[in-house]
């Protein structure tokens, strides 16, 4: 009777923590099958949401209204934005390739090797151009601070989306601040640098 009554106990004690952790043990028939609920795993907040927006607004048009303003050829303006949007979609690429290695989703050597290639390709064409151009070292600093800034800001908007997404493929609307408010952010962002 020891015996049972000590496997009885550690089998609630295993199940007490299971559903601490978000799965839930049901029995259909015959069949006792373990479900995990992944709907507040990972998260993130409302106001984590709004100031990853708020940042990748304020990198993006900071960015894009320094290199409009900028006293630049047409073709070396080109070249900066072209730069940007490589770094951009590959960080986002690379941060999702990473999550779903570590999700156990399959992805190959050779994909996973591109998006590292394309991530640092985009970094070092900034820091040569920077490097290399006729610019004030603030103006130089500028354009690499609103580029980092909105590197993070898109790695952690696109980590935001993920975390919302459940196992269809549908994102919560919560992902994404209410248009109004990210006008209103996106002015504010612009008074303050005009």
Not at 76 to 85: I, S
Request: with cysteine; proline share 2%.
């Amino acid at each position: 009777m020891l015996i049972f009554s000590s496997i009885y106990l550690t089998a609630v004690r295993y199940v007490s923590k299971a559903s601490r952790a978000g799965i839930k043990l049901t029995k259909n028939k015959d069949e006792l099958t373990m479900h995990l609920n992944t709907s507040n795993i990972n998260k993130p907040t409302a106001a984590y949401i709004f100031a990853t927006w708020g940042v990748l607004a304020i990198g993006v048009l900071g960015y894009l209204l320094g290199l409009w303003n900028a006293t630049l050829e047409l073709n070396e303006k080109g070249f900066y934005f072209a730069v940007f949007l490589l770094a951009m979609f590959s960080a986002v690429t690379l941060q999702k390739t990473i999550r779903d290695k570590e999700e156990g989703i399959p992805v190959t050597g050779v994909f996973t090797g591109m998006c590292w290639v394309a991530f640092f390709s985009s970094i070092a064409l900034l820091v040569i151009g920077l490097f290399n151009a006729e610019m004030l070292l603030s103006e130089t600093g500028f354009y690499g601070m609103s580029f980092v800034l909105s590197l993070f800001a898109i790695i952690t908007a696109q980590k935001n989306i993920r975390d919302l997404t459940n196992e269809h493929g549908i994102t919560d609307p919560s992902a994404f601040p209410k248009s109004s408010q990210a006008l209103d952010a996106a002015l504010d962002v612009t008074e303050t640098i005009g």
